[in-house]
């Protein structure tokens, strides 16, 4: 809906509505085929996890010792079966259940710690040159090294894993929102705000909030991919998630001892990790340019140009 502004000039022109970031987000995954394919991939993945007990042909714990190690195209098992005698493909498909969870809870919980004490820390300076030396000391060692640390010191498990990312995590995730927040700070309507005397709260969780969540979110998806990969190295290293669940990471783990005489066993949830990892970051890096001010403009530019009566008519 358009709405009638006055110019300098005395004369009324008329000015476009604002478009929301999901309408850019939309637009963009919607303009690239690349995109679209990803997001395709991630909802069969997802659809598949949690339809698992109706669309996976056997049990992901049923064994027929007569029939392990038999490769793929074996009859009644597509992807073969593993030194138990399990089938792959059900256990790949029970298997992205705890995939996504290792992979997405932690970035999830991740963000939601990290938007308010990295808002909290650009608002207020002392509390801020607290938080980000904290978060500085866990920079200080790389994202896998602390995370095998912490899971070693923790424990594996599923819970204990996920605990592990979301420390990792939280230092990267505060300081993309600190320096947006920090930005956001010296603008206009947060002076607006100062001089009506607006609460500090509702300055920071109303008027900044929404200008600084589509940069943590941006960069969450983009991070997906690295914790997937992770969460499955913790599991094949023996730090995770424990055997006999069907995760990808045990899947790979467990057939790198049959390498030579069953190449099919680490391939194969290899492969399925290999995909799902480039999904996430494909869709990360559209999403990052359709919120990108640049990429902004074209769409409204391009909206205008197919709008005009002239392209009407």
Same mark, same amino acid.
């Given at each position: ?5 006055? =110019?300098?000039?005395?004369? *009324? %022109? ?14 963009? %995954?919607?303009?690239?085929? %690349?995109?679209?394919?990803?997001? $395709?991939?991630? !909802? ?12 996976? *042909? ?5 064994? @027929? ?36 969870? =290792?992979?997405?809870? *932690? +970035? ?16 207020? @300076? ?15 060692? &790389? ?14 498990? !599923? ?27 010296? !603008?206009?309507?947060?002076? =607006?705000?100062? $001089? ?27 991070? +997906? ?17 424990? &055997? &006999?669940? $069907? ?24 492969? $399925?990790?290999?995909? !799902? %990892?480039?999904?996430? @970051? ?26 005009? &009566?002239?392209?009407? @008519?």
């Amino acid at each position: 809906m358009a709405q009638i502004s006055i =110019a300098p000039a005395g004369f *009324p %022109v008329m000015q476009e509505k604002g478009r929301s970031s999901l309408y850019f987000v939309w637009r963009g %995954v919607l303009g690239d085929p %690349v995109a679209r394919l990803a997001a $395709a991939v991630l !909802l069969l993945v997802v659809l598949g996890g949690l339809f698992a007990p109706v669309i996976a *042909p056997y049990d992901p714990f049923e064994a @027929n010792p007569a029939l392990r190690l038999q490769p793929p195209g074996t009859e009644g098992h597509l992807l073969g079966l593993d030194n138990h005698g399990r089938d792959i493909l059900s256990r790949l498909i029970y298997g992205a259940r705890i995939t996504l969870i =290792a992979g997405v809870v *932690p +970035v999830l919980i991740g963000a939601l710690i990290s938007i308010p004490l990295g808002m909290i820390g650009a608002w207020y @300076n002392r509390v801020g040159e607290i938080i980000m030396r904290i978060m500085d000391v866990l920079f200080a060692f &790389p994202m896998v090294l602390l995370a095998v640390m912490l899971a070693a010191f923790l424990g594996p498990g !599923l819970p204990n894993t996920i605990v592990a990312l979301v420390i990792v995590l939280v230092p990267y995730n505060t300081r993309v929102v600190y320096a947006s927040a920090c930005q956001q700070r010296s !603008l206009a309507y947060i002076e =607006a705000a100062h $001089a009506v005397a607006t609460p500090d709260r509702k300055i920071l969780f109303v008027e900044m909030l929404p200008n600084v969540v589509s940069e943590s979110i941006v960069y969450s998806c983009t991070i +997906v991919g690295s914790v997937v990969i992770t969460a499955a190295g913790l599991s094949f290293l023996g730090l995770g998630v424990q &055997p &006999p669940a $069907a995760e990808w990471g045990i899947m790979t783990s467990e057939g790198r001892t049959y390498l030579f005489v069953a190449p099919h066993m680490s391939t194969i949830p290899g492969i $399925a990790i290999t995909i !799902l %990892v480039m999904a996430f @970051n494909l869709l990360g890096d559209s999403l990052r340019d359709s919120l990108d001010p640049r990429t902004r403009l074209q769409l409204v530019r391009r909206d205008r140009s197919d709008s005009s &009566p002239e392209r009407a @008519n």
